[in-house]
């Protein structure tokens, strides 16, 4: 049998046909047209899903269900995203919708659990049963796996991890709350950490590197300078670094999971940013010598997570234990 996974973005569906194994052996991609409305936006991706199977030569009968991830908070079990800001849903039938062209169960859930159940059964957390996946990108994303299956709170709305406050009364954050850790170790957090030292150190390389254009900064700008030797630029890194370090000592102390996968684009710098973010976790885990402590490793299966997370929904139990058990990722 095969699953469909949808990736519902605010720009891009992504859709992929997947076996059994977890693998994708189909693929299709449409621009959302978030300026349509939810009925339409549905019909395409129903319509892209149909042809995704076509393409592969799948008929209907030999797909099991249809997994679909999305930003914002689900009703898991009725199938309906209650909001997504990026495409202003409020109350969407997603699972009704969805039936009216493709007579399958439709499974729904948050975009970034779906992120984390990939990462947790088929990527870098393969072979596990309790990990945690942290997106670091625009904000943080999360998602917590716990034997082998999503947690999200009795409301489907819980693992918002880039929303605990690591400073009280610190800087405001966009959920309106002060001294979230998103606000300190997004991309957008370390970007305008950069910002503000470079504008105080126009001798730097930090500065020099964007010729003092400042919007010009990016996450990997002040990695790479810190390369080079600018101690300005190797601050704020190390800042950064402290600001990540609590929020996932946090997590360890609070979830206590086998793995810790980092993902989104600041894991792209690797070893550069998982060495020392090591080192520093280790100060502010609870514990004791001796006692296992989480691991922490970077995210595999890049911007596959969505889709495959997605399908992994219709998995029972037993076969995403068994998936993961026999992952690629397994270490």
Partial sequence: MYYLGIDLGGTNIAIGL?????????????PTGRERS?????????????EVAAKAGVGLDQISSIGVGSPG?????????I????LGFRNVPVRAELQKYLPLPVYVDNDANCAAL???LLGAAGGVRHSVTVTLGTGIG??????HNIYSGFNNAGSELGHMVIAAGGKLCTCSRKGCWEAYASARGLVEMAQEAAAKAPESLLYTMVNGDLSKISAKTPFDAAKQGDAVAAEVVDTYLDYLA???????????PEVIVIGGGVSKEGENLLVPLKEKVARECYGQAGVPTAELRLALLGN??????????GFPPEKRALVSLFSPGRK
């Avoid at 009925?39 to 899903?49: N, Q, V």
């Avoid at 909001?83 to 990026?86: L, P």
């Avoid at 596959?304 to 929904?313: E, H, K, N, R």
């Fill in 73 to 81: 908070a689900p009703d898991v079990e009725n199938g309906v995203i």
């Fill in 38 to 50: 939810a009925t339409m936006i549905l019909k395409d991706m129903a319509e892209l899903a149909q």
């Fill in 142 to 147: 999360g998602g917590v796996i716990i034997d």
């Fill in 18 to 30: 997947v076996n059994e194994e977890g693998e994708i052996v189909e693929r299709g991609n449409a």
């Fill in 304 to 313: 596959d997570a969505g889709i495959v997370g997605a399908a992994l929904l």
């Fill in 83 to 86: 909001y997504n800001n990026n």
């Fill in 118 to 120: 990939a990462e947790g």
């Fill in 246 to 256: 609590v929020g996932v000592g946090n997590i360890i102390n609070i979830f206590q």
